[in-house]
């Protein structure tokens, strides 16, 4: 993102090539794994929540400290239902 603030990128569009980039990451071993089903929901939200992660980077004035604990926090709280779920049946 500083990056891109250094080459005149507006905020909005550090936010989305930021937040798409987070998506896509995040949902590329389900891609590498065929499962387009899985892949494209979680792209989509973990691409929402990059974006928010952004906002939150630009938000506290490009500090990366806030949405690291931010990122810890949310998945202290969301991983242990991923890993849950599936052992109860609930997960397809």
């Not at 974006?51 to 242990?80: D, F, K």
Request: aromatic fraction near 10%; include cysteine.
């Amino acid at each position: 993102m500083d990056y891109l603030l250094s080459i005149g990128f507006p905020y909005l569009s550090q936010v989305l090539i930021s937040g798409i980039t987070f998506g896509i990451v995040h949902g590329a071993w389900l891609l590498l794994r065929g499962e387009i089903k899985i892949a494209l929901p979680a792209i989509l939200s973990t691409t929402i929540l990059g974006c928010l992660l952004a906002m939150l980077y630009i938000y506290t004035g490009r500090s990366i400290l806030a949405p690291i604990i931010a990122h810890v926090l949310i998945n202290m709280v969301t991983e242990p239902w991923f890993c849950y779920l599936p052992l109860q049946g609930n997960g397809k």
